[in-house]
């Protein structure tokens, strides 16, 4: 595959389908600072989709090189699609590959591309090596809010199946979070430390409200011994399976 061809090719189908209005909207919603062309999630992947065929196919260096050369582009939708390339093969990656990983994750700097990044790779790779468990021991020490939400992200697809993950590294981790006052030593405005504290939180709450569809009793147990240490959004949210199935916390 001929990598300038293939950003030239994709660039049509961007402008082809830009949408002005929600490109705004979208770079607002996501405090990016990347251009925007106003494309739905949806769209790039079917476009991803598309071109299964020969992605599956490359040799993984190439690939790799891809979705470097993807992620240097200036937008957000290129961004996105080295993301979902690169998790159409997500079989092939390793603990080697753990670099890139990093290098991808610290540069998300949002949600969007971050949580499109760590939910739906970091289980192939914990899953063959357990020794990319000893990254989300580090991650969640880092001075970036983001990458401690990847360290308590990155088990969430496992737990939500119920197919292996360490759950008490989880708690661990997450109980490591509840005391917040690394975020005023390292963040100086306001806006930042909301948004380190919420992102933090949900992902507390929505990997608990994962996890409570296999192992609900798990779930209660955590809750039940931390509900006066968390906050009150790690809680709703990771007590809101149990709660919709009458299971008392």
């Not at 996105?80 to 610290?106: F, G, H, Q």
């Amino acid at each position: 595959m001929n990598t300038k061809k293939f950003i030239k090719d994709y660039r049509k189908y961007l402008e082809k389908n830009f949408n002005a209005e929600r490109a705004v909207q979208e770079k607002r919603y996501l405090y990016s600072d990347l251009k925007h062309y106003g494309l739905s999630v949806w769209k790039i992947t079917a476009y991803a989709k598309s071109l299964k065929p020969q992605i599956m196919k490359m040799p993984k260096p190439q690939l790799i090189q891809l979705v470097k050369t993807l992620w240097a582009q200036p937008s957000h939708e290129e961004k996105s699609l080295a993301l979902d390339v690169l998790t159409l093969r997500a079989d092939d990656l390793t603990v080697k590959d753990m670099p890139l990983i990093e290098k991808l994750m610290r540069e998300s700097r949002g949600w969007a591309l971050l949580d499109g990044l760590i939910i739906p790779l970091m289980p192939f790779i914990l899953a063959k090596d357990r020794t990319a468990y000893r990254y989300l021991k580090i991650w969640i020490k880092d001075n970036d809010f983001w990458v401690r939400r990847s360290a308590l992200l990155a088990q969430l697809l496992l737990f939500r199946k119920g197919v292996g993950g360490d759950k008490n590294l989880f708690f661990k981790l997450a109980e490591s979070q509840f005391d917040e006052g690394w975020i005023d030593k390292v963040y100086t405005d306001t806006l930042t430390r909301s948004r380190a504290r919420f992102f933090i939180r949900k992902a507390i709450g929505w990997t608990l409200r994962e996890m409570s569809i296999k192992d609900p009793q798990s779930v209660r147990q955590f809750l039940t011994k931390n509900k006066s240490k968390m906050s009150g959004l790690s809680f709703r949210e990771g007590s809101r399976r149990l709660k919709s199935t009458r299971t008392k916390v």
